[in-house]
């Protein structure tokens, strides 16, 4: 896909997240325009290539994950391809299993890459998800419940 900056035509790259509730309220607390720094023992920030990898995620982790809220969120977000190349791609698995490894010590260079904001595509519900709680991130992702 392309975009306009500087009245150049640039190209760039849609990448996937899948994250949880917690994750959520502090993408929340910064208006959808970032992603928060990593924990001490998080060392990689890994967004993932395309979005059935981070559903996969999304559905068979998150969701089965007490720090998670029990629920799976996948988000998408656009930054420049040519931003993205410094970044080696690292398949883990079967032929869609592709994300790219950001040291955490990147991550507000990579936040300030963002094109527009971070999107929610797509929302699993495990069964300790609690329906009741009214904070913020749960209200956001109540709208994708059937």
């Known amino acids: 896909m392309k975009w306009w900056i500087n009245g150049k035509n640039k190209m760039k790259t849609t990448l996937y997240r899948p994250i949880g509730l917690k994750e959520l309220q502090l993408i929340i607390d910064l208006n959808f325009k970032g992603f928060p720094p990593r924990l001490e023992w998080q060392p990689i920030f890994y967004p993932v290539l395309n979005q059935d990898y981070a559903e996969q995620i999304a559905e068979k982790w998150n969701t089965k994950d007490e720090f998670s809220g029990y629920c799976g969120i996948v988000t998408k977000f656009d930054l420049p391809a040519d931003y993205l190349q410094k970044y080696e791609v690292h398949n883990v698995g079967g032929f869609m299993h592709n994300e790219l490894w950001v040291p955490a010590e990147d991550l507000e260079e990579f936040n300030n890459q963002i094109i527009g ?30």
């Open 117 to 146: 904001r971070i999107e929610i595509v797509k929302v699993f519900f495990g069964d300790g998800f609690d329906r009741s709680k009214t904070d913020e991130a749960s209200f956001c992702v109540m709208k994708f419940m059937n």
